[in-house]
């Protein structure tokens, strides 16, 4: 620190020293005080006058980071027409002037009042001015110079990045390029070694190398396996000042990590693996697991299995799980414990990716035996056919042996077996098996025509264990026999057209027939079509076979009338060529139809034909449409007399808001007892209990709840009416359908009093009909016509 101090005070002295006569003048008289004036004759005796500026600049210079106790003098201004009685005054403006720096308005000294950082601003522009200090009028035209900033290593050198990562392959030759850092110092590079940088490595050494001019970090060590060490961590130092001693550095953290490469080949662990598998293990199933160790990693370390010997190839296979990076053994085709107990395959492990830079370091695989133990199990029995197949003739009788199912026990001890046919696959029951030998029998005759084929499923268990079991599909065809005639193929039906017997016959058939045989093909065509025998000499009709299992009918003679007969019954034989053949009789039936003169059908109905003389068919269907027209005129009529209603006529003169209703019939008011017995109406069911209703038939008895009803000497119509609504709600037998009952009782306690005159003693002049005015303005008519009765009689 004390040596920082004493260049600082050495480079301000030789700053001053420096430009301490920056500024001279020299005073002489001009006509403008600022320049000093020089004489010259012309060429035509013209006086020239040369100019000589009052100032003299050079630039003026402050170190930074100057921490002296006084502020530091930057330089002094100084006019030549200053004599150095006061009158001039010195002015300072521009760039830091009042603040940075401040001048003395008599001396012209110029000092830095702050500290100076030249990374912050390297230098300021300034302006100075001589005026008069009384007046203020400028003595010197103003002038510009520069202060700058001179640096001083006062910043270290800084890195980019705090830390770097990189990676580099391992085994990599000596010098290989890993990453390059890069470092910067904010000093001035061109003044000085402040910022010349030397890269040098602290930490990482003798694995990895820097340059130190450039900062590229190099491998140094050959051979470095990613297996031993994959990561480093390396430190490297930027210093200034070329590296040399009181320079300022900076480090910064690097750290190598070694890729893979696939420099080792896969391992075995072990060079036998024991398996085993059962007898009863189907394929595909899983039998064991081996791997190959590979330190590699990722794509390097892929290890693909395969089995490249042995005796079991052909009922082993391996594949590869890439997760786990093992090779599962699976069974390829099932194995017998009977036939081979054990098995040895050679089992290879390989790269899948192999590096030719270091094939040397191969092979890259391994191989291992694995031995395979067969395990024995209780297996069920096994049929010698995967499938039977058998033939029985249809109709042979109960009992006829059909075929033989054989299976065996394959195990050493060799169980005896029980067979059964599974009945789900035999609902009728058509055939039985010998559980001991495995003979199938049939129960019943077999009918061919109904089923042809027939197929059931034997059951092969051992006695001494029933759950070993084994099913085999048994398929039974029912062979045929000719037991079926042939039949019409169709119901056939002839038609004949009546004429005259001169009229030539006609070559084409009446109809051509064919047959059906149940049977099969062996034992129904060729058919042959024949009349019966009696009727060979047919004098109407004759068949002729075509010998392709049809026949057309022909006619013999012509002169066909409706009239005389109208159908003809022909009876035909068909006979199949089964052994011994079959044969039938069918009837064909001819009808004799009239037809136009081309031979088109027009009827072959013979009442046609004799209506034809009295009534044409345009006469027939005038009649019909008569009637018909009759039949909708009634029905119309009839729908309008139905849906008559008597009209409601309202007479003008009545007002339908003041209708009077009058009724005949009056009431006996609340004393007449006579007309109903309200004591019967509180107990209607009478003394006898309940009486049901007859409109309907009640599902069961329904008995009244004694709860409800009234007491017998209470004559309070609204508990009775109440009473009776609760016992028609809850009656379970009442109609599904609302009934009103009227009472002429009005009830005990009635203001308005009974409406019935019957029993009125008083006359009308006894009567006071005041209280009418009360009731409201629908009682207002009467009102007013019992009052003005009144009122004529007070003035009469």
């Known amino acids: 620190m004390k040596e920082h101090y004493c260049l600082q005070a050495a480079l301000v002295c030789l700053g001053v020293l420096c430009h301490s006569q920056a500024f001279s003048t020299e005073r002489r008289n001009h006509l403008r005080p600022s320049f000093h004036g020089h004489h010259e004759k012309g060429k035509e005796g013209q006086v020239l006058q040369r100019s000589k500026r009052g100032w003299v600049w050079n630039q003026f210079f402050v170190i930074e980071e100057y921490t002296g106790p006084d502020p530091v003098l930057v330089g002094r201004l100084h006019s030549d027409i200053d004599s150095g009685d006061g009158n001039i005054k010195y002015i300072l403006s521009g760039e830091g002037a009042g603040t940075i720096f401040v001048i ?70 000596v010098g290989t390029s890993v990453i390059q850092v890069t470092a910067s110092d904010a000093d001035d590079p061109t003044y000085g070694n402040s910022a010349k940088l030397v890269y040098s490595i602290l930490e990482g050494q003798p694995y990895f190398s820097v340059e130190a001019q450039t900062g590229i970090i190099r491998t140094a060590l050959p051979n470095m396996d990613r297996e031993a060490k994959e990561e480093y961590h390396v430190v490297i130092q930027a210093k200034d000042m070329g590296g040399h001693m009181g320079g300022l550095s900076g480090t910064t953290k690097v750290t190598i990590t070694l890729t893979d490469v696939n420099d080792n080949p896969p391992k075995f662990p072990q060079s036998v693996y024991q398996m085993s598998v059962s007898e009863a293990a189907v394929p595909g199933e899983e039998v064991g697991r081996v791997k190959a160790k590979d330190p590699d990693i990722g794509e390097n370390g892929l290890v693909t299995y395969n089995i490249v010997d042995g005796d079991g190839m052909d009922l082993f296979e391996i594949t590869t799980d890439y997760e786990t990076q093992e090779g599962v053994v699976k069974l390829k085709k099932p194995v017998d414990f009977e036939t081979k107990r054990a098995y040895s395959l050679k089992v290879e492990a390989a ?39 058998h033939e029985v003739q249809e109709n042979a009788a109960a009992g006829t042996v059909v075929g033989r199912v054989h299976a065996k026990d394959p195990d050493a001890a060799n169980s005896p077996i029980r067979y059964s046919i599974d009945r789900h696959t035999d609902l009728d029951r058509f055939f039985t098996i010998n559980p001991e030998d495995g003979f199938i029998k049939t129960t019943k005759p077999l009918d061919r025509e109904e089923t042809a084929w027939l197929n059931i499923s034997v059951f092969a268990a051992e006695i001494h264990n029933r759950h070993q079991e084994a099913k085999v599909p048994v398929a039974i065809r029912v062979l045929d026999v000719n037991d079926n005639a042939p039949k019409f193929a169709a119901p056939y039906e002839g038609f004949i057209c009546e004429s005259d017997q001169t009229k030539p016959l006609s070559n084409q058939p009446i109809v051509t027939i064919s047959a059906d045989d149940k049977d099969d093909t062996a034992n129904g065509p060729r058919f042959i079509f024949s009349l019966p025998p009696e009727i060979i000499h047919n004098p109407n009709f004759t068949v002729r076979d075509n010998r392709d299992n049809t026949a057309g009918v022909y006619a013999r003679r012509g002169g066909f009338s409706r009239q005389k007969q109208d159908l003809y019954l022909l009876p035909i034989v068909i006979s199949d060529g089964g052994i011994p053949p079959m044969s039938s009789t069918n009837t064909l039936t001819i009808k004799v139809c009239g037809c136009d003169v081309h031979g088109a059908l027009l009827s072959c109905n013979a009442e046609a034909y004799i209506l034809n003389a009295g009534l044409s068919t345009g006469a027939l269907i005038a009649i019909l449409a008569c009637i018909v027209i009759l039949l909708v005129i009634v029905v119309l009529f009839v729908t309008l007399r139905r849906q008559k209603k008597e009209p409601l006529i309202v007479f003008e003169e009545e007002d339908v808001r003041e209708n009077i209703i009058t009724y005949d019939d009056e009431g006996g008011g609340e004393e007449d007892t006579e007309a109903f017995d309200i004591a019967t109406l509180q107990n209607p069911d009478g003394i006898n209990g309940f009486i049901p209703r007859k409109d309907i038939k009640p599902e069961y008895q329904y008995m009244p709840r004694p709860g409800l009803r009234p007491a017998p000497n209470s004559v309070d119509v609204d508990d009775f009416i109440n009473t009776r609504i609760q016992e028609a709600d809850n009656d379970p037998t009442a109609p599904p359908y609302d009934s009103i009952q009227i009472y002429g009782y009005e009830g005990r306690g009635s203001v308005a009093g009974s409406l019935s005159s019957l029993e009125s003693a008083t006359t009308d002049s006894d009567l006071d009909y005041d209280y009418l005015q009360n009731w409201g303005p629908r009682f207002k008519k009467l009102a007013d016509l019992y009052g003005s009765k009144d009122t004529f009689d007070d003035d009469s």
């Open 351 to 389: 790269n899948v990716h192999i590096d030719p830079k270091f094939i040397s370091n191969g092979p890259f695989k391994d191989t291992v035996t694995v031995k395979i133990a067969v395990e024995d199990t209780d297996e069920p029995p096994m049929f010698l056919a995967p499938s039977y197949i």
């Open 104 to 173: 003395d308005d008599k001396s012209g000294n110029i000092h830095a009042t702050k500290t100076l950082d030249r990374e912050e601003r390297a230098q300021y522009t300034l302006m100075a001015q001589a005026v008069d200090r009384d007046t203020n009028r400028p003595l010197e035209p103003p002038s510009e110079f520069i202060v700058k900033v001179q640096d001083i290593n006062d910043n270290p050198p800084e890195f980019l990045h705090e830390t770097y990562h990189a990676n580099v392959p391992e085994r990599s030759n």
